[in-house]
C-alpha cells in the first residue's frame, strides 16, 4: 500500500524531473559551487517565508536532531554536491548517472551502520531491480569518449562519494526524525542552510567577489526562469524529500528518487525526442521494482 512517504518520495522525483527541463530556460555564467549558493539561499528564504505562513513552529529542540541535520546538510549537499559537479567534468553526465545508481544500495547499508534498520529481502529485490532499470535506462547507446586515466579515476571516485554522501545525508536525516517530532519543512531548512553556508564559505576561501556575484546574482539572464526552477526543484523538492524521509525508510525513498532521470526521459517522449529499446526496457525495470517496493 502506498503511504505518505512514498507518495511525497514520487512527487520529489516528478518535481525534479520537471526542473531539469526548468533550468534550460535560463542561461547563466556562475560557477556550479555559485549557483549553488544562490540556489540554496533563494529556496531557503521560500522556506522561512512558507513557515511564516503556515505558522510552522515545530522545530526541533533537542541539539542531537540539529547535528544529524547540519551533518546531513554538509555531508549531502556540501561536499555530496561538490563530487557530484567534479564527476561531471571529470567523466561526464552518463558514466555519473551510472555511479550515482548505487546511492539506494548504500542508502540501505547505512541505514543498518547508522540507525540499525533492516529492510526485508523483497525491499532489497525492489531496490535492485530499480537500479539496473535505471541503469539499463540511462546507458549511453554509443561508445563514450575515452577520458584520460588521471581523469577518470578520478572522476569515478567524485562520482562515488557522491553517491556515498546523497546516501548518508538521507540517513542522518532519518536520525533527526527519529530522535524527536518536527516538520519535514524545518528538517528541509536547517539542512539546506547548513549545505548552503558550507558552500558559500568556500567559495568565499576561493575568491571573494565570486560570493558577492552569487548572493546578487550577477551573471544570470532570465531570473525569473531562475526562480520557477528554485521554487519547484529545491525549494518544494527538497521539502517532500525530507517528507518521504520522515514516512517511509531512506533507502525506499533514495529508490523512488533515483528515477527521476526516467521520467525526463518520459517528458522528452512526449516531446517526440528520439526513444530507444534499453530505455523501455530500463524504464519498465524500474517501473516493477517500484512496485514491489510499494507492494512490500
Known amino acids: 500500500m502506498m503511504g505518505i512517504g512514498e507518495i ?12 531539469t527541463l526548468l533550468y534550460k530556460g535560463f542561461s547563466h555564467h556562475l560557477s556550479p559551487l555559485q549557483l549553488n549558493v544562490s540556489k540554496g539561499l533563494l529556496a531557503s528564504l521560500m522556506m522561512v517565508i512558507a513557515m511564516a505562513l503556515l ?9 542531537t536532531s540539529w547535528g544529524w541535520l547540519i551533518a ?11 563530487a557530484y559537479f567534479g564527476a561531471l567534468r571529470s567523466i561526464g553526465p552518463a558514466r555519473t548517472l551510472i555511479i550515482e545508481s548505487l546511492a539506494p544500495a548504500l542508502t540501505g547499508i547505512l541505514n543498518i551502520v ?3 534498520v533492516y529492510l526485508p529481502l523483497l525491499a532489497w529485490l525492489g531496490i535492485a531491480i530499480t537500479s539496473v532499470g535505471v541503469i ?22 567524485f562520482a562515488l562519494l557522491a553517491a556515498l554522501c ?9 536520525g533527526a526524525m527519529n530522535t524527536e517530532s518536527m516538520s519535514s519543512l524545518w528538517a528541509a531548512l536547517i ?11 568556500l567559495v568565499m576561501i576561493i575568491k571573494r567577489s565570486d560570493l558577492y556575484q552569487a548572493i546578487r546574482l550577477h551573471g544570470i539572464d532570465n531570473k525569473r526562469w ?8 529545491t525549494f518544494v523538492g527538497l521539502w517532500l524529500q525530507l517528507a518521504a524521509v520522515q514516512h517511509t525508510d531512506p533507502a525506499i525513498a533514495q529508490t523512488i528518487f533515483a528515477t527521476a532521470p526516467l521520467m525526463v526521459m518520459t517528458i522528452g517522449f512526449f516531446k517526440r525526442e528520439p526513444v530507444t529499446w534499453r530505455m523501455i526496457v530500463g524504464g519498465l525495470l524500474a517501473l516493477a521494482g517500484v512496485a514491489i517496493l510499494l507492494a512490500n
Open 8 to 19: 511525497a518520495a514520487i512527487s520529489a522525483a516528478v518535481v525534479w524531473a520537471f526542473s
Open 55 to 63: 505558522g510552522d513552529g515545530a522545530m526541533p529542540v533537542q541539539l
Open 72 to 82: 546531513g546538510g554538509v555531508i549531502g549537499i556540501a561536499i555530496g554536491d561538490s
Open 114 to 116: 547508522l540507525l540499525g
Open 136 to 157: 539499463l535506462a540511462v546507458l549511453p547507446q554509443r561508445h563514450l569518449p575515452p577520458v584520460d586515466k588521471k581523469f577518470y579515476f578520478q572522476g569515478v571516485a
Open 166 to 174: 546523497q546516501a548518508s545525508g538521507m540517513v542522518m536525516s532519518k
Open 191 to 201: 539542512r539546506l542552510l547548513a549545505g548552503t553556508l558550507s558552500v558559500a564559505l
Open 226 to 233: 531562475l526562480l520557477v526552477a528554485v521554487f519547484f526543484g
